[in-house]
């Protein structure tokens, strides 16, 4: 049986630093009440923490806040990135989290749908209308423009 994650809550997101990561306890734990009276465990190395359905928050050594999304696709274990944190609240990151969970249903890979949005994007932007007046300038004006004239003119 899976096990089972408590959700995340505000304040554990707020809360989450850089140079030390949530304690986990343990049964059996011989450590003092002193140590145990402390949430978070000094630490150099990034982690994560884990909200349930894929979805956690990786926290980096600098300092950095990133909601991430594991999922799998035909048998390989995938991950993408949903934002960095004060800009993307734990709110916003559970519905991306339910979006791409429906687009997995649908059987597409949301990590190739998203590269594909992202080269539609680059391909109009190289076919707007000032790449285009600036390929025809250089094509059949620039020809005809004497060497003198060019060092007048100015740059587009």
């Known amino acids: 049986m899976p096990l089972r994650i408590k959700p995340l809550t505000d304040n554990q997101v707020k809360a989450a630093k850089s140079g030390s990561r949530p304690r986990k306890f343990?049964?059996?734990?011989?450590s003092t009440?002193?140590?145990?009276?402390?949430?978070?465990?000094?630490?150099?190395a990034s982690y994560r923490m884990f909200?349930?359905?894929?979805?956690?928050?990786?926290?980096?050594?600098?300092?950095?806040?990133?909601w991430r999304l594991k999922y799998r696709f035909m048998g390989k274990e995938k991950r993408i990135s949903l934002g960095v944190y004060p800009a993307v609240?734990?709110?916003?990151?559970?519905?991306?989290?339910?979006?791409?969970?429906?687009?997995?249903?649908?059987?597409?890979?949301?990590?190739e749908t998203r590269k594909a949005m992202k080269s539609s994007r680059i391909d109009r932007a190289a076919n707007s209308f000032e790449v285009v007046a600036r390929e025809w300038l250089t094509k059949f004006i620039e020809p005809k423009v004497r060497k003198s004239s060019k060092a007048r003119l100015r740059p587009i």
């Not at 909200?51 to 990133?66: A, I, P, R, S």
């Not at 559970?94 to 059987?107: N, P, T």
């Open 26 to 30: 343990k049964k059996g734990d011989k």
């Open 33 to 44: 009440a002193k140590e145990l009276s402390k949430p978070f465990v000094p630490t150099n």
């Open 51 to 66: 909200d349930g359905g894929g979805l956690y928050l990786e926290v980096d050594h600098n300092g950095g806040k990133w």
């Open 89 to 111: 609240s734990l709110k916003e990151a559970r519905g991306k989290r339910h979006e791409i969970r429906k687009i997995l249903a649908g059987g597409t890979d949301p990590g």
